[in-house]
């Protein structure tokens, strides 16, 4: 409960004919507290001025608002203008990032072997819940599966070996590229 809803309870409290000191024990809020006047100054001048600004430059952050209310003469704290624009559910919307639509030209078919080859990992279960992996790599011209690498863990450097492995192939030292 916050400190103003304590104070709420222990005026009904009051209201009822519970005394102070058995009210504030029951809500377990200080007396000095309950008793308490605020002396915060009135912000609603400040807060409209925000609002306005903020409504009229929708692409302004609280740091601008500060600056155009300084430019205006006010001298003001930035966590006060900072705490004000969060109170209010001010905030800069987010653009929607422009994507770059590039025109990918059509991957050509592999010519001859072990020109290009396709790289797959494939996951599944046994049946005790443990999961297993596979390094699939095929060639693209055969569609013949160069190899198949299973483990329960495959870290970079595995992947690595099995593809320094596979780059010998004496076929295509042999076909010249065309």
């Known amino acids: 409960m916050t400190t103003s809803q304590k104070r709420a ?20 809020l200080a007396r000095g507290t309950h008793r308490h006047k605020s002396t915060k100054k009135d912000e609603s001048e400040l807060r409209e001025q925000i609002k306005e600004i903020a409504h009229a430059r929708k692409r302004f952050g609280y740091e601008r608002v500060i600056w155009l209310l300084q430019r205006d003469g006010l001298r003001i704290n930035k966590h006060r203008v900072y705490r004000i624009y969060k109170q209010e559910g001010l905030q800069v919307r987010q653009r929607c990032r422009k994507r770059e639509r590039l025109l990918r030209k059509p991957l050509q078919p592999a010519t001859y072997l072990c020109q290009r080859w396709s790289l797959d990992f494939v996951s599944d279960s046994l049946s005790s819940g443990r999961r297993f992996r596979t390094l699939n790599v095929i060639d693209e011209f055969t569609r013949e599966c160069l190899a198949i690498e299973v483990d329960f863990s495959l870290p970079g450097e595995r992947v690595v070996r099995v593809l320094e492995r596979l780059t010998w192939c004496p076929e295509a030292s042999t076909i010249t590229e065309e």
């Open 9 to 28: 309870v222990v005026a009904a409290f009051e209201a009822v004919g519970v005394s102070e000191r058995k009210a504030c024990i029951a809500v377990s």
